[in-house]
């Protein structure tokens, strides 16, 4: 009888924006290791522990690092968790690697991290050890990363709600080449350009391309995966784009031609990225007018901790507290300083705080005076379908009552507040509100299901895409940059076969 494979898995997973000026980091992630990664596991990592196990598979559970979007990574931080990684691939000597990527992960010195792990993690197991990486949609996807993976593949909805899957198919696939029936190619095509917005994938020009590749996919036998990339959009690298990538079992002949046309897409139908969004005035009618949705939940655009902003914008509660008397909310603001001065002055207390505009260049601190209602760690447990079961980390929270009316949730860490445990691990109940501000553009629908009534607002920030808002020295893209035709090339990568450019052509 056969020796069951020997799995390693492992997360380190972070999107970092490189236009919030505050650096993550090692105190903002969450770091569990050995067995204690296999408690209550999420996402791709719960795909990868529940598929492996019903195989069979012996697995090996090493590291789990994660941390909220936020600015980019503290280099020294990446190296040592890099190098705890390879050390821990030394020691099981596994037969095949599985890993929680988020894909868009930057560091103080390098804009592709990803790149360089796998890079590294390559050179230390050789060309015979399958490597399979599950990646958020918003990955920064690169050649390096391509030529150094069996199987790279990503989520294929926005709001999250396929996480687990894309983890029970990289899964499903490593098993597939440790017992000889797949031999992974991929092909890649990509078009420079990002999406201004519209990257919901249930409806528009997104929902359309993937119901292409779907029915690509069901043409071809030999496809095994179509992943649609939708690059994050505060990476500054020369390899910024719109990727497709298609895996099949062994060479595809149609492979590229059809990751081509599928990138080209992006391009035919640019001037429908587009968000539909209200402004600040239109989002306070709305909560006025209709009493019958609330409490609504508001995505602030433009300061969204989930695309790694640094939420310490006090717009939207200052608009509610000067023009609309009488709503009740919750908002989260970013705010160390002020956090710490609530807490030391403690519950019951009433203190007068100069509250956010800490890291945002442009923002304003808002004077407020309230009274202190709860105050904690800041840690709770994702209860909503993306991230369920992940501790999330605020850091020590203090939640004042402003016009007895407003609970401002001062965090020392960026808020992770797509979920409604946010709020109501700091007693806040949502059902006594009118709107909850979430740092959100469009996850915390997912989350926060029929709890609140979902609505986005334009608002200023690091979080939201603005051509010509941010500056760019590396990256060429649409619609920062100009293109009359752009170029989409198509490359095949394999492991242990150099890199191929199978197609070119103009869009």
């Known amino acids: 009888m056969s020796k069951p494979h020997r799995v390693l898995i492992a997360r380190f997973s972070h999107e970092s924006n490189r236009q919030n000026p505050e650096t993550t980091d090692e ?80 560091t103080t010195k390098t804009p592709d991290a990803e790149g360089d792990l796998l890079h590294a993690i390559r050179l230390l197991v050789g060309p015979d050890v399958p490597i399979g990486v599950g990646l958020d949609l918003h990955a920064h996807v690169t050649c390096r990363m391509l030529d150094d993976t069996d199987i790279c593949i990503a989520y294929k909805e926005n709001p999250h709600s396929d996480t687990v899957e894309c983890g029970q198919k990289v899964a499903e696939l490593l098993i597939e080449q440790l017992e000889g029936r797949l031999k992974p190619v991929t092909v890649s095509a990509q078009i420079p350009m990002v999406l201004p917005g519209a990257q919901e994938t249930a409806s528009g020009p997104l929902a359309e391309i993937h119901a292409k590749a779907r029915e690509y996919a069901a043409l071809h036998p030999s496809i095994r995966d179509i992943s649609i990339y939708n690059v994050y959009r505060f990476v500054d690298d020369d390899e910024i784009g719109q990727v497709v990538t298609i895996l099949s079992d062994g060479p595809d002949a149609e492979s590229p031609s059809l990751a081509m046309d599928l990138a080209a897409r992006f391009w035919l139908e640019r001037e429908r990225f587009k968000d539909d969004l209200l402004t600040v005035d239109e989002v306070f009618r709305l909560i006025r007018n209709s009493p019958e949705k609330r409490p609504f939940a508001i995505g602030d655009m433009g300061d969204r901790v989930a695309a790694g902003a640094p939420g310490d914008s006090t717009l939207l509660l200052s608009v509610a507290l000067d023009h609309h008397p009488g709503l009740h909310a919750a908002v989260p603001i970013t705010d160390p300083a002020a956090a710490a001065r609530a807490i030391e002055a403690g519950i019951g207390a009433t203190v007068t705080l100069s509250v956010g505009a800490g890291f945002t260049p442009g923002f304003t601190p808002l004077l407020l005076t309230g009274q ?12 909503g379908p993306l991230g369920r079961g992940d501790r999330s ?19 020392t860490n960026p808020a992770n507040t797509i979920d409604p445990a946010a709020f109501t691990s700091q007693n806040i109940v949502l059902e006594n509100l009118d709107f909850i501000l979430v740092k959100s553009g469009y996850h915390f629908a997912l989350n926060f299901g029929v709890r609140a009534t979902p609505v986005l607002v334009n ?39 150099p890199r191929k450019t199978v197609a070119r052509t103009l869009a």
């Open 459 to 497: 608002t200023p920030g690091v979080g939201y895409y603005r051509r010509g808002y941010f500056k760019y020295e590396k990256a060429r893209f649409w619609p920062e940059h100009s293109f009359a035709t752009p170029k989409i090339t198509a490359r095949q990568h394999s492991v242990g076969n």
């Open 27 to 106: 105190q903002r992630f969450v770091v569990r290791r050995g067995l204690d990664v296999l408690r209550s596991p999420s996402g791709v990592l719960k795909g990868l522990v529940e598929t492996l196990a019903a195989a069979g598979a012996k697995i090996e559970p090493v590291l789990s690092a994660h941390a909220s979007p936020s600015g980019l990574v503290d280099h020294h931080f990446y190296l040592r968790v890099r190098e705890e990684l390879l050390d821990a691939i030394k020691r099981v000597a596994p037969d095949a690697i599985g890993l929680d990527l988020h894909g868009a992960m930057g």
């Open 393 to 411: 980390a605020m850091g020590p929270t203090a939640v004042i009552r402003v016009d007895d009316r407003i609970d401002v949730m001062l965090t």
């Open 372 to 383: 202190v209602e709860h105050v904690s760690d800041g840690d709770f447990i994702v209860e």
